[in-house]
Structures are given as structure tokens and as C-alpha cells.
């Protein structure tokens, strides 16, 4: 199954949760994690404001935590972002 966002929204696959912190701490799956706000852009719609944002399929953004709407796709997740959702390019 493919999905194509439609006009100014964008298909993200978010960036898996650490499962250890920066100091060597590994944490438990029974911890709340925080959202990553990172993913790779999978597919785009072909709306006006999008376009003007200069995204290609394979960058890697960042987005809003709480933004989006969150699907799940072939056992995978990912989210779909309205163009004011992306806030940089990670480069």
C-alpha cells in the first residue's frame, strides 16, 4: 500500500526512540520517552506553500513533536505533517 499526501502535507517516517541515554543509561521500556522530532520525508503533496519549502523525498526534518497525524503502514509508523508542521532541515 502506498500513501501520497494531498496539497501541503508531507509523509515522515519518525526517528526511532533511544532506548539509552547520551551517558550510557539504558531505559527501561516502562519509561515515558519523549517524542522524537526527527524523521526522513517519504512522500509529498504537490500543494503551493509545500513547493515554496524547497523538500525533496529522503531529507531529514524537523517537525513539530505533537504535530501531524500518526498512521501506521505495513507495521511501520509514521506521520503525516501540513506544511507548517516542518520547522528546518536537517543537513
Known amino acids: 500500500m502506498n500513501i501520497r499526501p494531498l496539497g501541503d502535507r508531507i509523509l515522515v517516517k ?18 515515558d520517552k519523549e517524542k522524537k522530532a526527527e524523521g526522513e520525508v517519504i512522500a509529498l503533496g504537490n500543494g503551493e506553500k509545500l513547493a515554496k519549502l524547497g523538500l525533496s523525498v529522503g531529507m531529514k526534518v524537523l517537525f513539530k513533536k505533537w504535530g501531524g497525524e500518526e498512521i501506521k503502514m505495513n507495521d511501520e509508523d509514521y506521520k503525516i505533517l501540513d506544511h507548517v508542521d516542518v520547522i528546518a532541515v536537517v543537513e
Not at 519518525?14 to 519509561?31: M, R, W, Y
Open 14 to 31: 519518525p526517528q526511532a526512540e533511544e532506548t539509552k541515554t547520551a551517558s550510557g543509561i539504558f531505559l527501561p521500556d516502562t519509561v
